[in-house]
């Protein structure tokens, strides 16, 4: 018997096996929960100003509900309110890199930071060495192409932006206070 099957005597004699019919979609699950923690979702995902009955309609609430939640989250500075006809929301980087900045500084220490940040810096010196570059925006694929697989050159370039973000992020934290995307400098140890 392989260990996938299900036994002979898995079910009493008068038992039947569940009836997956009657089991509950994966959206309909997913749509359960809290309001607040649905528009959160939702309210994280915004990239653009977006309409309140578009939220509400993601979150699967009323419009009245979703325009209180989103009231408190811009008194929070989670979002930004855009006036007009229709008022529309739109999430602000700032608060969630404020976020990130503030868990790096709760969960490490000055000196973990400090060589994280160290170690990102000198992988970003390495591949502004490879690529002959200061910026990974400043490198063309077509180029990069050219010495080694797309692949292999795009994965290169999209780990040297990552690790650019990470920089900005600990130099922020390991000062005490949020980056303006500017570039990590002389680490102070």
């Not at 976020?99 to 170690?119: G, K, P, W």
């Amino acid at each position: 018997m392989d260990i996938t099957d299900i036994p002979d005597d898995a079910y009493a004699g008068d038992e039947s096996p569940p009836d997956l019919d009657k089991l509950e979609s994966p959206e309909s699950l997913l749509k359960r929960g809290p309001i607040r923690e649905r528009l959160l979702d939702i309210v994280i995902g915004l990239r653009t100003p977006t309409k309140v009955s578009d939220i509400a309609d993601h979150a699967d609430c009323d419009t009245e509900t979703a325009r209180d939640y989103l009231e408190w989250f811009t008194e929070m500075g989670m979002v930004h309110r855009h006036d007009g006809r229709p008022v529309r929301y739109e999430r602000n980087d700032a608060y969630f890199q404020w976020r990130r900045i503030d868990r790096i500084r709760d969960e490490y220490t000055d000196q973990e930071i400090v060589e994280a940040l160290s170690d990102a810096i000198e992988q970003i010196e390495d591949y502004r060495d490879q690529f002959g570059a200061d910026d990974p925006d400043d490198v063309s694929l077509v180029e990069a192409s050219k010495d080694m697989a797309t692949e292999d050159a795009w994965e290169a370039l999209s780990e040297w932006k990552t690790l650019e973000r990470r920089a900005a992020l600990l130099d922020a934290a390991r000062r005490d206070h949020p980056a303006s995307g500017s570039t990590p400098g002389h680490i102070d140890a």
